[in-house]
Nanobody
C-alpha cells in the first residue's frame, strides 16, 4: 500500500516557476514508477510525466518537454515536478500517482493517487 501527499502548488505568473513535491509512505517506494497527471476544469485528467524507480528513465508529454523536470529521491520517498516557464494553460489540479512495473502515460494503469494540488498560472 502506498499513500501519496502532494504539496507545492499555488499561484504563479506566466513565465514563472513552481516545484511540486509528492511524499510517499511505504517501504517499497523505490520499486514504484511515479507519475504526475493534471486535470483542468472541464477536461479529462492528462498525463504530464513519469519516472522509473531508478530515476534514470523519464518521460514527458510533449506540451511540457523542456519546461518541466520530474525527479525522485528514494531516500526521502519523494518525487518532484519542477515546472519552469509556466503558461496559463498549465493551470490545473496536479496529481501524483504510483504504479508497479513499467512506466505508463495512462491514468488507468496507476494504482495509487494523491489528493491533488492546485496550480494556477496567471497571464
Amino acid at each position: 500500500q502506498v499513500q501519496l501527499v502532494e504539496s507545492g502548488g499555488g499561484l504563479a505568473q506566466a513565465g514563472g516557476s513552481l516545484r511540486l513535491s509528492c511524499a510517499a509512505s511505504g517501504r517499497t517506494f523505490s520499486s514504484y514508477v511515479m507519475g504526475w497527471f493534471r486535470q483542468a476544469p472541464g477536461k479529462e485528467r492528462e498525463f504530464v510525466a513519469h519516472i522509473r524507480w531508478s530515476g534514470s528513465s523519464t518521460y514527458y508529454t510533449d506540451s511540457v518537454k523542456g519546461r518541466f523536470t520530474i525527479s525522485r529521491d528514494n531516500a526521502k520517498n519523494t518525487v518532484y515536478l519542477q515546472m519552469n516557464s509556466l503558461k496559463p494553460e498549465d493551470t490545473a489540479v496536479y496529481y501524483c500517482a504510483a504504479r508497479r512495473g513499467i512506466g505508463s502515460s495512462s491514468a488507468e494503469n496507476f494504482d495509487y493517487w494523491g489528493q491533488g494540488t492546485q496550480v494556477t498560472v496567471s497571464s
